[in-house]
């Protein structure tokens, strides 16, 4: 089983997006795909058809001592996600804490995993350092828009492992051009050579609650999407 993160490096990028769509184009592959929200927010279930801040999740099973894994919901044969729940401030403190005392939780859980899913992908916050860290994973994406705060923030962002992931990408913006070529160029060895284009069909796809590779397969980000999850596979292949 492949682990993989998707973090961006602001709020805003359009991560949960992207890690939906990449679950959806995996499983569309033939992968059996668990995407797991690790943000209090709970945005990545609306991808899903889930409700806002849903009841039960793992968050919520964690703190209560319930059994995680029957929190995940069943989207597609192969395709579930698994979703955060509903916390107030103080038990998001309180779980942070855990996380951070217990570093090998996500790595005994997604050991457990092994049997049943091909890739375990990780919609990981902003902020809470436990939750961004606990999930072991083979592969951590970072998610940025071609613009000057990105590449602000990106002259401090720890190098470490890291791969880097330009979204909502539009060519016709010389400014965005200059900024991928010069990334392109300083971050060679950690950048993902496929550009997610700017594209009306992702904001419309979470207005339907849908993935969009479901929503909208022949559009563009649709098809930069299936690039991505192919680069996923056959890079995957190349670490086994």
């Not at 039960?56 to 979703?83: E, I, K, M």
């Amino acid at each position: 089983m492949t682990a993989i993160s998707l973090r961006g490096i602001r709020g805003g990028v359009g991560t949960s997006s992207t890690l939906a769509a990449l679950g959806y184009a995996l499983h569309e592959l033939g992968q059996k795909v668990l995407v797991v929200d690790m943000c209090p927010e709970n945005v990545l279930g609306l991808h899903f058809n889930l409700d806002l801040a849903p009841s039960g999740g793992w968050a919520r099973a964690t703190l209560d001592q319930q059994p995680w894994q029957q929190q995940a919901w069943s989207v597609l044969p192969g395709l579930c996600v698994l979703p955060y729940g509903q916390l107030d401030i103080a038990e998001h403190s309180q779980l942070d804490a855990l996380l951070l005392e217990s570093p090998q939780l996500w790595s005994k859980r997604q050991a457990s995993l092994a049997d049943a899913y091909d890739w375990v992908l990780f919609d990981l916050p902003q902020r809470l350092q436990g939750h961004v860290t606990n999930p072991h994973c083979d592969q951590s994406i970072i998610v940025l828009n071609a613009d000057a705060a990105c590449h602000v923030l990106l002259q401090s962002e720890p190098m470490g492992s890291a791969l880097f992931l330009v979204n909502r990408y539009d060519p016709g913006s010389q400014l965005e051009r200059d900024l991928a070529l010069l990334w392109e160029h300083r971050y060679a060895s950690s950048w993902v050579p496929v550009n997610l284009h700017a594209d009306e069909a992702m904001g419309e796809a979470l207005a339907c609650r849908e993935p969009v590779g479901r929503y909208a397969p022949g559009s563009l980000i649709a098809q930069d999407i299936i690039s991505l999850a192919s680069w996923c596979l056959l890079r995957a292949r190349r670490l086994e």
